[in-house]
């Protein structure tokens, strides 16, 4: 992938070096909000079993144990160095990469869906940080949260690719970058509070866990939309680059994730999608480079 042309973008608050606090507060019991760390080890285990998104069972456990989350607390001088651009090649990449989509859907967005894009902004961290949906945390993996608008990226997630998953290429690391940012679309689109209304008042959890296949989906065709446009007006990418986004979609799918896990696979637990889905759907996206083909709840198939 030819990332260096990519215009690195200003919208990246860099974290990193601050600890696993993220500089500027605590956190009770060394834990998200009012959890203790024994009650997050559990948490992450249940996530690595049943692929639901950790950051969505903290807030649920903080519920139940009568934890609050607290607002995030940063004097100016730390606000300020966070603004700084990354020096480093991982941070230099992830910035890029954040432009270059930031480019494609100001865009497409508006002449695809008559709605503007307003840009997300990308967390780098190590570790550990708050967000407004809780704390994040390495093991949690890439996430977005439409409560702050923000993409939360540990980059040592990258490493945790090439050696726990066998995947590796910068286009498989855009393509997670670029997932998390369909999700953001999908915020900008209004999409992600309706879906989140019809999960609450799901008849079932399966049901609920379809409506976030669907949503997963919807981000991984959305991160095909974004490789399209962006290969026809920059022509950085190349057949084994969409291979690399393909092993990517196909290592992080809810099957092989769960056979590695418990030896088995529960589709009625899925909440991302299975390995094909995920491949099928990115490929539908970056064939069309339409938004409108990534309806993934119209669709015959899932």
Request: proline share 3%.
């Amino acid at each position: 992938m030819r990332w260096d042309d990519f215009r690195a973008s200003e919208n990246v608050e860099d974290r990193r070096g601050e600890g696993g606090g993220g500089g500027g507060f605590g956190f009770p019991g060394g834990g998200a909000g009012g959890l203790g760390i024994g009650a997050i080890v559990i948490v992450l285990l249940i996530s690595w079993v049943t692929g639901i998104n950790p950051a969505i069972l903290m807030g649920g456990a903080e519920q139940i144990t009568g934890g609050r989350q607290r607002e995030e607390r940063v004097d100016p001088e730390t606000q300020a160095k966070r603004r700084q651009a990354p020096t480093d090649q991982t941070g230099q990449f992830a910035a890029k990469i954040l432009g270059n989509t930031e480019d494609v859907w100001k865009e497409i967005l508006p002449n695809q869906t008559g709605r503007q894009y307003t840009p997300t902004t990308m967390v780098l961290y190590q570790g550990g940080t708050r967000s407004g949906c809780g704390q994040a945390q390495a093991a949690m993996g890439p996430f977005y949260c439409p409560l702050d608008k923000k993409v939360y990226l540990d980059t040592g997630f990258f490493q945790e690719m090439r050696t726990k998953f066998g995947v590796k290429g910068d286009f498989a690391y855009a393509y997670v970058i670029a997932h998390e940012v369909g999700h953001h679309v999908q915020d900008v689109l209004g999409i992600l509070g309706k879906v989140d209304s019809r999960k609450q008042s799901a008849d079932s959890e399966r049901e609920a866990n379809q409506l976030s296949v669907r949503v997963e989906l919807m981000a991984d065709c959305l991160a095909g939309v974004w490789a399209k446009n962006s290969n026809d007006r920059w022509n950085s990418l190349d057949q084994s680059d969409i291979q690399e986004a393909l092993n990517a979609a196909s290592a992080i799918g809810d099957d092989k994730l769960q056979e590695k896990a418990q030896g088995y696979a529960v589709p009625d637990s899925f909440t991302h999608g299975s390995s094909e889905q995920r491949m099928r759907w990115f490929l539908t996206g970056y064939k069309s480079g339409q938004t409108k083909s990534c309806d993934t709840f119209r669709a015959a198939r899932n």
